[in-house]
């Protein structure tokens, strides 16, 4: 009862807090992508520590995030990764749903540090649209964010992975960082309740570029849903959880 008390108290936060740091940080926003990045990463690291001590949930970044560009596909099983894999980026671009574009204050945020939207089901347009950007200088370098199975995946729950991540690894031609994660047996998709532990992301050994397309699609397949699913064993899952 009392981690289900903390739990509504921790969620009520989060849910509070990003109008206030959206808010806030609106009058240097509007003048500098700096402002909306700076407002970001103050809502993920202040989510963070939160988290910590309100209801025991450690977040913690293994292996390498890369500095300078690169494509990251990730594992997606929660809020909680995305917030974690922000954070751990110097210049994170996110390929995300259109709907997010039209969200009160965060829309507004992703417009002005150009993230990538994407309408369901045009992935395939979308990314050539990006691709012509990045071309023509209207997307500063960064690390480009994907998830490679187009939305938030259950743990434990098997979902293809998207095209839309091969035809970037070769359009790009930039090292491809794959991430694996545990975070959604802590903070589910659905629901109130946050778990007490320890959530990971693990930045993954690179993939230089220059693969063929099927063998990048296995290579980073296998090592991600490995990788992952050792996270969530090491965190106590098994399946009967679910």
């Given at each position: 009862?009392?981690?289900?008390?903390?739990?509504?108290?921790?969620?009520?936060?989060?849910?509070?807090?990003?109008?206030?740091?959206?808010?806030?940080?609106?009058?240097?926003?509007?003048?500098?992508?700096?402002?909306?990045?700076?407002?970001?990463?103050?809502?993920?690291?202040?989510?963070?520590?939160?988290?910590?001590w309100l209801v025991g949930l450690r977040c913690e970044v293994r292996g390498q995030p890369p500095e300078g560009e690169a494509l990251v596909p990730a594992k997606h099983q929660s809020f909680l990764d995305i917030l974690m894999i922000y954070h751990a980026l110097p210049h994170a671009k996110f390929i995300m749903k259109r709907?997010?574009?039209?969200?009160?204050?965060?829309?507004?945020?992703?417009?002005?540090?150009?993230?990538?939207?994407?309408?369901?089901?045009?992935?395939?347009?979308?990314?050539?649209?990006?691709?012509?950007?990045?071309?023509?200088?209207?997307?500063?370098?960064?690390?480009?964010?994907?998830?490679?199975?187009?939305?938030?995946?259950?743990?434990?729950?098997?979902?293809?992975?998207?095209?839309?991540?091969?035809?970037?690894?070769?359009?790009?031609?930039?090292?491809?960082?794959?991430?694996?994660?545990?975070?959604?047996?802590?903070?589910?998709?659905?629901?109130?309740?946050?778990?007490?532990?320890?959530?990971?992301?693990?930045?993954?050994?690179?993939?230089?570029?220059?693969?063929?397309?099927?063998?990048?699609?296995?290579?980073?397949?296998?090592?991600?849903?490995?990788?992952?699913?050792?996270?969530?064993?090491?965190?106590?899952?098994?399946?009967?959880?679910?």
């Amino acid at each position: 009862m009392l981690q289900w008390i903390r739990s509504l108290l921790f969620v009520a936060f989060a849910t509070v807090f990003m109008p206030v740091v959206g808010l806030g940080y609106a009058p240097w926003a509007m003048f500098s992508k700096r402002g909306a990045y700076a407002a970001c990463r103050a809502y993920a690291g202040g989510v963070m520590w939160v988290a910590g001590w309100l209801v025991g949930l450690r977040c913690e970044v293994r292996g390498q995030p890369p500095e300078g560009e690169a494509l990251v596909p990730a594992k997606h099983q929660s809020f909680l990764d995305i917030l974690m894999i922000y954070h751990a980026l110097p210049h994170a671009k996110f390929i995300m749903k259109r709907e997010i574009h039209w969200m009160p204050v965060i829309g507004q945020y992703t417009k002005r540090m150009q993230m990538v939207a994407v309408d369901r089901g045009k992935r395939g347009k979308a990314i050539a649209k990006m691709l012509a950007d990045v071309d023509a200088g209207k997307i500063e370098p960064g690390q480009l964010v994907i998830y490679s199975q187009g939305t938030r995946v259950a743990p434990g729950v098997s979902m293809p992975y998207k095209k839309g991540t091969a035809a970037l690894y070769e359009q790009l031609g930039q090292v491809c960082v794959p991430v694996a994660t545990n975070a959604g047996y802590f903070w589910p998709r659905r629901g109130l309740y946050r778990r007490p532990g320890v959530a990971v992301v693990e930045f993954l050994d690179p993939i230089e570029p220059g693969m063929p397309r099927d063998a990048f699609m296995q290579t980073l397949e296998e090592r991600v849903e490995a990788k992952s699913d050792a996270l969530l064993t090491e965190a106590g899952f098994h399946k009967q959880n679910m």
